[in-house]
C-alpha cells in the first residue's frame, strides 16, 4: 500500500449512529439531566430541614445531600458509562472497532513513522521512562492508556473527534478550534519556536502552522504511538514539525530556546508533586520574555455544588488528578519556577456549552485562560 494514501479508519453505518447516540445521550446528560439534578439537590436539601436560610458551603457538605439523590446518581452513571460506551463497546467501541482494522493501519502507520525516522523529523526513544502518574492511568476511560497499543493515537483521536466534533472522521482537524481560542490571548509578538507542550496527535502543531508557517514549531509528547500519528497528520497537511518523544520533566531542548510554549486541558492530567519540576523545565526552555499560554477546568466560586460535580468527574471518568489539581495555587507555584509574570483570566467564549437555559442553575463548567511569561 502506497504511502501516500491517508491514515484512515472506515467507520460503518453501525457505527456512525452508535456514536451520534452517544453524542445525543452525552448532550441530554450535559443540559437537561444537569439541570434537573440541581434542582433535585435544592428540593433534598430543604427536604433534610437544614437551610435555615442557608445552603451547603463546602463539597463536603454538597456530597452528604447528593449521595441521597437519585437524579444526581444518575447524572454521574451516565458520566461514567456513556464514556465508558464510546471506548470499550463489544461491537462499536473506538477500541474495538479501530483494532478490527489493525492488519491495515498499523503497517501503514509503521511505514510513515519510518519515513519520519528516516527524515528526522520523527524522534522516538524506546528508553524513556514513563512517569507512574502517565503510565498507571488510563485517562479519560482510555482503556491501557495512550502508549500501549501501536493505534492508541488514532483512538484517542477518534474519541476527541467524537467528543467535540460529532464526526467519525477526524480529518486531522482541531476539534472545536481549541487552540484556536488560545492563541486568541497571546500577546503582540515574533514567535519564531514553538512548543506544543503535550502534543498527543499534533492538532495544535497543525493549527499554528496554518496561520504561521514561517514559525519552527515542535512537538513533544510522551506517547509513541500518539507521536507517530502526529507526523502522518502533518505529513497529510503538508505541514513540517519536530516530533519529539521526551518526559517534559526532561526536556532535550538548551536553555533559552523557545518563544512560546502552549497546552490545552494538561494540568489536571499531572500529579500535584510533579508540577513544579514541569514547570522549572518550561521556564528553562523559554527566552527571557517567553509565554507559557494554556486553558484548564477550573472551580466556579462561590459554587460548592459545581464543585463537587467538578471532584466527582475526576473520580468516575478516570482524571484522578483532577481535583488536586482545581485545588492548586498555580500562581504561586509557578512564581515559584521562575516565571516573572502569572496572568490567570476567565475564559468565557465556550460559555454557551456549559451555562444553563436557567439562570438559577450554576454553570456546569469553567474554565481559564493561564498566560505565564518568563
Known sequence: MATNQPLRFDSTREFRAFHDFLHAARGYRLASLYEDAYRAYQRAYAAMGRT??????????????????????????MMRHVQRFKYSHADWGILEAINTQADRLVPQLERLAEEGLRSGELQLNPAVRYPDYFALVDFHQHPGGLSRRPLDGMVYEMGRAVRFARGTD??????????????????PGRYH???????SFGAGVRTWLQDHPESEVYGVDLAAPCLKLAYARGREAGIKAQW?????????????????SFFVFMLHELAPGHMPALFREVHRVLK???VFIGMELVYLEDSPFQQALQDA?????????????FKTDFDKIFRQAGFSKVEIMRFDEMADGATPSDP???????WNIFRITK
Open 170 to 187: 477526524p480529518r486531522g482537524t482541531d476539534s472545536n478550534n481549541l487552540y484556536r481560542f488560545i492563541f486568541r490571548y497571546l500577546p
Open 193 to 199: 519556536r514553538v512548543l506544543d507542550w503535550g502534543t
Open 360 to 366: 438559577g442553575v450554576p454553570p456546569r463548567q469553567t
Open 244 to 260: 519529539s518523544q521526551q518526559d517534559l520533566e526532561h526536556l532535550d531542548f538548551a536553555d533559552d530556546f523557545f518563544d512560546l
Open 313 to 325: 468527574e475526576g473520580w468516575i471518568n478516570n482524571e484522578p488528578f483532577m481535583p488536586a489539581c
Open 52 to 77: 435555615n436560610g442557608k445552603t451547603p458551603r463546602t463539597i463536603a457538605e454538597v456530597n452528604e445531600v447528593i449521595d441521597r439523590v437519585p437524579d444526581v446518581q444518575l447524572y454521574f452513571w
Open 288 to 290: 527571557p520574555g517567553g
